[in-house]
């Protein structure tokens, strides 16, 4: 049976690679792409998401501008990390591909009333349009399926701030509401790099393919590849969004994952998007969130590679 | 020419005297209602406001239902002040008019999309449904004509915590967006208090003209009457949304206003809501809003009691 | 009886004053000065102090010097105010006068334990060293007699921030554990606007006087005068700290002070030493600190004036 | 030559290991013993602390009673840890020994100033009486020679809350002080936690020595045992005090240390006490803490068994 899927994307280079393996992916079907204010300049992300869509071959998937902006904090992006455009050196896409009309939010909401309890919303940026969606439709939990987020640092060092995920940062405000109210499965920075990441070799592997799709990659990882070798020394590249939106289509690759009490911290100042995650129970809070705490890595890079080779990344499942 | 007007309003006691004022006045046309989370439980508002539409012979008004809970914040409502119904004692109307279709921030969007530049919108509510507003539509500022909010409390005591107002304390966040991105004019908690409160000969004047709207307005305003009794020790009430939306339809009775930079806490704690204005300039930042600081008082309680007697607010300007 | 007075205080223009006010009365003994770190350069506000003392023939009062920074934050002068040296123009001493042996906080302790219940604490500045104190000696409460405070704006504009009085801007760290801890009388700024402000006329009466204390006045609020012609267009001076001194010293003074919970915002951000006075008592906490409302302002100005022409301050008492 | 140390202390369990563990060592001179709250009631510290120097024959070191309560914020104990006492079961110690005149921020201030550059600052409780010693006297980073603090939870879980450390959690205000005004070297609770634990064999082997210190030791961690059994599930102790104390006075022990921007959340709420530690320097801030990152595990536990079983930890350097 097919999976459906609406992603909600601030879509610069791991965003790209997400959305290509939902959309190339026969047992999935992409219903519609949402895009919020993150990575890059919200024009820019709208053009990747239908350019990626495009490499996908499924320019059918209807694209839905969102929040432009933060729900309540100033926003920031992250173009030392992707590159003014987010999918690397000169591709600045310009599809020529209309926008669907409507909001994100709104879409979101409408789709989850069309098809109540059937689809699955995968969040691979920051949390504002599925926050503004909530306070559209506070039934939303109960409409969708399952909601699955790339956000948080878990216990460990975030890859924005040291207390910080990118995602949860940029919109804490979102995050918090999201996180309180959907009943929510993460994927967190940490567990991204510890095994979301891929090494130089696979990065050769990926490179040497001449496919299109990876030759979109190795374009769209360039900036974020240069930027680890600058930043910690070490040429790889993490896929946070890849990662998330795999375990989201294909739970059977989570290995474990516990619910535990989350928290995002909303506030402006040194903690601003801090995700805190009571793994030991001590704050007497209930457990409110899944969090995925390892993943089978290998078929993982499997699945990846098979869709970069072959387009189809469940050819080894 | 006719003043066109949304109102955002949660409508308990004052903010159906504000309807009815602007409902029953000649110069105006209601564009619609938006019902926003506030000071009682959301569908007792969406009845009270509909029922003020009843007593002012306006039920063409469409009401839309709006945000149910604050942007970010937990919920409190105020039934210690207006009554568990809002609308005082016995009076839960149940008026068997139908919502309108579509939720309230996106019909703001909506009609001032539809008649850009000409609506003014009157916020007697937290600011909810105005800032998703913002996040489905950036350029709203520009689409609408004025933006006048009850709300704040400027440099005195508040009328919800020692440090804020109500409107603003129960959703900072929005008050906080709102406040920072439309051009706005504020009637804070201390203006009404100074030049919007009714005292004992007033109310008496009211309550014997035996009139619907009469009738109506000694009802609704009974519970906080009350409250102002225990609490202060006063027989009086104070009519903020009243005062605020006069002075939106009718500027004329604004005596001093002054633009000042203003900023509103959206922190959790002691601060919650509170609302810096800047008289003296000392913070260095530009001044983004209004501040209503001195009106007609006499006027407005003569436009206040010509509603109430006559239907007509306009009868003595 | 003779009133015995610690005076902790950041000695500036109003400050020295005050202390000028307690040197030179006949029925008070001033045991010690301690210094904080507030309006101007802590050696200056050591001189100042000195001088003060010189001024009033009063210089066997040992002078502390105390905590050259606040508790937790970081310091900020008010040279902007007080100019440079805090006492005006050209003045800036340099007594030779030693200072006493001991910090400041420490001296308050040792007074405090040799006179167990025999001992008012006057603060006129930030309240670092009493928040030290209190650290070394828990009891601190309990052996002094009084402690009266200059701090706090009350349910009005600030004087620092909007938000916030000088002192407890300064150290929010600190007034809120003297708050807390101690049985506190608070003289605000906002009563010393209202009646502790000295117009054109009296300023003209003491200038003309001719003693050397009216000159020390006249040159120590020299730029105290000039900020407020700048800032509000008026000719005029506040006395906040010479108020609470008289307040403290003649209690007699005080028409109506009431008891009220108090907190004081200790955070960073934009309410930073606000202090949340409860009049209404809607937290629910329970009053810990005494508020004074209103003045004799007519009997203040008359003893002012007495210390200036005739060093006697008791003189029409 | 002897190295001269001061201990900081709220003495529970891992206290009294570091104690020992300094007070036998035939190369370290151990100053004073300052007490501060925090693991348990403050009068059980001071007599835990007293019976510590009794168990190492070392009585003539004074013990000073420092600050009762953190700088700013309310305590909380971690009797829930340590058992009501702090030192196991029925140990509630009665040495009868005096208290050292004088408070606990005092004796440091003046030790140092009697010894410049020559001591040894190890804390191993929360901050409290340093950040008072640094009011005292703020100079007092030039007049010590090292500052060793145990403290903060390096990018991982906490042991408080998921974000903070006890002795950070406790005291945020004066951790916060003591990071930013002295040069610190950070022993972590993640470093303690991967390096500073013993398991079952190693408790048991000190439990088979049959001497007083081992004695001490078994029953002295007794509680913190059960409770890693209890909350991990795991039988172990963590001896986060000793391997601060062990770094400290063998640096050799120190494999890797880095230098990094090192910040303390001050606020109250879900980050009190989190220490923020930029590794990769994304924050712009100048480094201003050392951080040690790894140690000689062996070497380290070595050295504890040699202090428990001939109560000579350098036996084997
Ligand atoms: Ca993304
Ligand atoms: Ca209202
Ligand atoms: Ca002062
Ligand atoms: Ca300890």
Do not use: A, N
């Given at each position: 049976m097919s999976r459906r899927v609406l992603i909600d994307t601030d879509t610069a280079g791991d965003d790209a690679m997400a959305i290509l393996l939902a959309a190339v992916a026969?047992?999935?079907?992409?219903?519609a792409l949402t895009i919020v204010a993150g990575n890059v300049e919200f024009d820019y992300e709208v053009e990747n998401a239908k350019h990626s869509l495009e490499v996908a071959d499924a320019t059918d998937v209807p694209v839905y501008e969102g929040a432009r902006a933060p729900l309540v904090k100033d926003h920031e992006h992250a173009d030392q990390v992707h590159g003014e455009g987010g999918l690397g050196g000169n591709l600045f896409p310009d599809t020529g591909i209309p926008s669907a009309d409507g909001h994100g939010a709104e879409a979101i909401v409408e789709r989850a009333r069309e098809s109540p309890g059937e689809l699955t919303l995968v969040c691979i940026g920051p949390l504002t349009n599925v926050a503004i969606a909530l306070r559209l439709e506070p039934d939303l939990n109960e409409l969708l399926d399952e909601v699955w987020v790339m956000g948080g640092a878990v216990n460990t060092l975030g890859n924005d701030t040291p207390s910080a995920e990118f995602n949860f940062w940029v919109d804490p405000d979102a995050a918090s509401v999201v996180v309180d109210e959907l009943d929510v499965t993460l994927v967190d920075w940490g567990l991204s790099l510890r095994q979301g990441t891929f090494e130089t070799d696979t990065l050769a592997e990926i490179e040497a393919m001449g496919t299109d799709y990876a030759e979109f990659f190795t374009t769209a990882s360039e900036r974020a590849r240069e930027f680890a070798r600058e930043?910690?020394?070490?040429?790889s590249t993490t896929q946070p969004d890849s990662l998330a939106m795999a375990c989201a289509l294909y739970?059977?690759?989570?290995d474990e994952a516990n619910d535990y009490y989350v928290d995002v911290?909303?506030?402006?100042?040194?903690?601003?998007?801090y995700s805190l995650v009571d793994e030991h129970g001590v704050t007497g809070e209930e457990p409110n969130a899944r969090v995925v705490?390892?993943?089978?890595e290998e078929a993982f890079e499997t699945l990846f590679l098979d869709a970069m080779r072959h387009g189809d990344p469940e050819r080894s499942l």
């Open positions: 026969d047992s999935v079907s992409v219903e930043q910690y020394g070490e040429d739970p059977e690759l989570v911290d909303e506030r402006k100042g040194m903690t601003r998007g705490e390892s993943v089978d």
